[in-house]
C-alpha cells in the first residue's frame, strides 16, 4: 500500500489551532474545514494510508483523524522551542522578545523526536506544506539526508516568495514541487526548478452539490425575489470583507458571510443592515447557503487556490471573483463567471450587479464550473494525481527532472 506522511506546516498544533478554539479532541473527531482534512481524506478514500504529523505543546499520541480516516500522530516539541516559546510571548517586554521568533521553525523542526517519528512511519514520501517557509528549508534537508523521498507543497507561501540565498539549495532536496497555481509553477521554473507541477485542491463533490434555490430559501427564511450574495472565508484582512460589504451595498444586495477570524469586529462595526455573519457552520448549513444564493463572491487581495469558489462551482453556482492569485484559472470570465481587479470597489460592485440581473446567466456559469471541479477536483482525480507524484516523481503535465 501507498504510505504519505505529511508534515504541516505550524510550529505546533497549538499555534494554530488555539486561536481557532479547535482542541485536540475536536481536531480527531469532527473538524473538518481545512485543505489537509479533504486531501487525507481523498487519498484514504483512494486507499493510500496518511499519516498527518503535528508537533505539540502537549503528550505524544497516535490517533485516528475521523473525518479524513488518517493517522495522526502528536509529537513533543523540543526542549529548545519551548524555551524560545516562554521567553518570547506572554510577558511585558513581548514586544522586544518577539523578534527572537523568527528563529522559531528552525528550533522546532530541527527536532530528533519530530524526525525519529517521520523516519518510523517509513512513507513512500514526506510531503512538505509550503515550500517557501523557514520549517520547508530546515526540514527538507534533513529528511533528503535521511533517505525519505521529499515533496514540496504550496498551499500559499508562495504570495510572499523567501529572498533566502539558500532557498534554491533547499527546494532541490525535494524531488518534486507541487505549486499551488499554474503561474506559481511557471516562477519555479523560471527560477531552475524542472520538477514542478500545479496540484489540483480537493473539493468534496459528494456533500458539495447542487440544491434547491426555492426551496433552500424557503429552509432559511429567505424571499424568492431577495438578491442574495454568499462568501464563505476566513474573517482575514487578506480576504478583503469591507470591500465586499461596501459593493453589495452598492448593488443593493443582501450579503451572508460564513466564516469567523480577526476581522469579526470590523466587519460588525461596520454596521451594515444588509450583511450578516452567522460564524463557522457546518458544512451542511453552508451547502444550503450556496444554494440559496443568487451567486457567490470572493474578494481576496491574494489567493492561492481558491477553495471557497471550487465548493461554489462543486454546487452550480456562478462566481464574481477578483483576479488575484490562482483564481483566473478557475473563474473563466464569462464562462464560469465574472473577472474583476482587486481592490476595486466599482469594478465588483458593477459585477455584482450583472450577476444579479441575470440569474439564468450566473446559474449557466455555475454549471460550467461544476464540470471544471468534477473532471479535476474530485477526490478520485485528486488522489490519482498525488499517487503519481509521490511514486514517479512527475505527474502529467510536469517536466522530466534536469
Known sequence: MTRLAFLLWPDTFEDWYDPLHVTRDDYLESYDREWSISLARALVQAGIAVDLVHATLGAAAKATQLPSGATVHFVPASRAYRVLRRITWGHAAWQRTQRLWVVAPLVSTASPALLRTLRRIRTDAVIIQDYETLRFDVAAP?????????????????????????????????????????????????????????????????????????????RLGIGNDERLVFAAARLHPVKNLPLLVDACRDADARLVITGDGPERRRLEAMGSSHVTLPGWLDIEEVVEWYAAADVVALSSNQEGQPVAVLEAFACARGVVATAVGGVPEVVRDGETGWLVPPRDR?????????????????????????????????AKAVADFIRAAALQGVADGCSASG
Open 346 to 378: 466599482a469594478a465588483l460592485a458593477a459585477a455584482l450587479r450583472s450577476a444579479l440581473a441575470d440569474r439564468e446567466r450566473a446559474d449557466q456559469f455555475g454549471a460550467a464550473g461544476r464540470d471544471l471541479v468534477l473532471r479535476r477536483h474530485s
Open 142 to 218: 534533513l529528511l533528503s539526508a535521511m533517505g525519505s523521498r521529499v515533496i514540496g507543497l504550496d498551499t500559499g507561501a508562495s504570495a510572499r516568495p523567501s529572498g533566502a540565498p539558500w532557498k534554491r539549495f533547499t527546494r532541490n532536496r525535494a524531488q518534486l514541487l507541487l505549486a499551488v497555481n499554474d503561474r506559481e509553477a511557471d516562477r519555479l521554473r523560471s527560477a531552475g526548478h524542472a520538477n514542478v507541477t500545479a496540484w489540483p485542491v480537493p473539493v468534496r463533490t459528494d456533500i458539495f452539490s447542487p440544491g434547491d434555490r426555492a426551496a433552500a430559501r424557503a
